[in-house]
Nanobody
């Protein structure tokens, strides 16, 4: 089955930017919906953004609209989350997710810490 690997997390200050990536061990993400969730300590995991691999249709949580941009590189079988104007409340472990009719796969997560 698909294996996902996130990278790009780190420690930044409020207002800075980070770019997360998620690489998949599959030939293609065709027919997948891929996206990002995040979980802060003591909080439930929440939806951040998603994109359909085939059509590039995107969705965003209200909390990140206008600041985060999800994209994918079909040649590299990789998707990205560009995070701009980061806020301390964005601090969380960010998880890559891929969904088809047959599976729901999660990566191990990458930590994003935003200091005030």
């Amino acid at each position: 089955q698909v294996q996902l690997a996130e990278s790009g997390g780190g420690l930044v200050q409020a207002g800075d930017s980070l770019r997360l990536s998620c690489a998949a061990s599959v030939r293609t993400f065709s027919n997948y919906v891929v996206g990002w969730f995040r979980q802060a300590p003591g909080r439930e995991r929440e939806f951040v953004a998603s994109i359909t691999w085939f059509g590039g249709i995107t969705r965003y949580a209200d909390s990140v609209k206008g600041r985060f941009t999800i994209s994918r590189d079909t040649a590299k079988n990789t998707m990205y989350l560009q995070m701009d104007r980061l806020r301390p409340e964005d601090t969380a472990v960010y998880y890559c997710n891929a969904v088809t009719v047959d599976m729901n796969k999660w990566g191990q997560g990458t930590l994003v810490t935003v200091s005030p």
